[in-house]
């Protein structure tokens, strides 16, 4: 993963984190926030370091530090909650860092005991609706909770995550979900999205005239725009049988986009069986250069066993088929998975090539799980067709947590690599958890 920096482009508008603060003080003080006797502010605090070492040249490499700051911080008062969690980075090569604010909203939660809303930056998952929007969403609870209705709307958020977009028309994302529990057993859902948005342009150099004069020119892009509708089914029978099933319809592109139906059934408390068939086309946007080229859908019909020896011992296999436009591949998994760790041996054939891997990975909590060290190895070997020869690669994780307290914890992992194109490489990470709860006494209240 690349570290790329970029100057701020200064005519976009920037989060006004200051002024969210101070809607969220007065939100926070109105009389609906008053149930609570203080405000309640809990958070994490996240610092990571990764170092590896990269050869630009033969024989001359570089180590990098590349270190993340990542902060989670809530503050609420009783229904009334401000929500953040905000990251930096920087590497060590003297580039300028950068901020991102994943998520900043306001949430009024169980208004009129029905109703839930979100204002701000936040993520929406909700069936073929997905993706982070600068806006707003409700959801309300009817008939007891048997039937909700959800809908969204806003602009998405600029790649690096800093600002708020000033041509929202051309970046909108909106849409909704139904859902419904009326019928025991079964749970039913209907949602649509519609999602637009447009890169950045550019200026370059291009020849306009017949003199072949380059000269200044803006390169500028349509939005790009996808519009879906779905819907989903869940059905549940005591411990016996789970089966789920899901069709997303590309309006735009008047096409099927995905197709997925999976059964689970439990036949003796330590045995069960799985089938799942997905049916998939690449989400492109029907606007985009890329529906120039073909688009070949994919057909998974994946089976699966599971049987529990003991509570903690489970062993289980999946074999699966895929089916392209007119070539297949095979894949298949089997392994053991026990409370400390996980012995596998998985492989592919066909189209995507040969591989064959086996892989370990375990972990071992001592001092009444304060120290908790790990390692895992895999060794695999692969060649992309018969007509290719067969290539190997080991790879080896070792660290371990230590958590001296409950709201501290430290981990620390080394990863090693050897293969065709590297003959070594060497990475290592380090990170640092801080948990915290803390009450305030705000507005002329007084904290317990």
Known sequence: MNFVTSRRDTSRPRLGTAALILAGCLLLSLPGASDASAQL??????????????????????????????????????????????????????????????????????????????IGRHGIFAGVGYGTIDGASVKARLFENKLSLFAYGGGSPSGDYAGVRGDVADNLNYGGQILTTAIPNLRLGVSYMNRREKRDSYWTLRARDNSYTPGPYEITFEPEAEELV???????????????????????????????????????????????????????????????????????????????????????GRIANIQYADVRSNRWTVGVNTGYGVLSYSGSSGYIGQLQSVSVYGNLPLAENTIIPSAGLMLSSYRLSEQDDRYTALS?????????????????????????????????????????????????????
């Open 396 to 448: 080896l994780v070792f660290g371990g947590t230590w958590r001296p307290l409950r709201a501290f914890s430290m981990d620390l992992q080394g990863q090693w690599l050897t293969n065709k194109i590297y003959a070594r490489d060497l990475r290592g990470m380090l990170k640092l958890n801080y948990w915290f709860a803390e009450r305030l006494s705000l507005f002329g209240q007084e904290a317990n």
């Open 230 to 316: 779905g819907g989903d089914a869940a059905f549940t029978y005591r411990d016996l049988i789970e089966v789920y099933g899901r069709y997303d319809y590309n309006l735009a592109g008047d096409q099927t986009s995905r197709a997925q139906l999976s059964f689970r059934v439990n036949v003796t408390p330590r045995l069960a069986l799985t089938l799942d068939d997905i049916y998939r086309l690449p989400r492109i946007s029907y606007n985009s250069i890329f529906t120039a080229f073909t688009q070949s859908a994919t057909d998974e019909l994946e089976a699966g066993v599971e049987y529990a020896f003991l509570p903690r011992l489970r062993a289980f």
């Open 41 to 118: 502010v809990t958070g994490r605090f996240t610092t990571s370091l990764y170092t590896w070492e990269k050869f630009d040249t033969v024989d001359v490499s570089t180590t990098y530090l590349r270190g993340f700051q990542n902060v989670q911080l809530i503050v609420a008062q009783g229904d009334i909650s401000l929500n953040t969690y905000i990251q930096g980075a920087m590497l060590s090569n003297g580039d300028a860092g950068l901020v991102r604010a994943y998520t900043l909203y306001f949430r009024w939660a169980n208004i009129g005991k029905m109703v839930d809303l979100n």
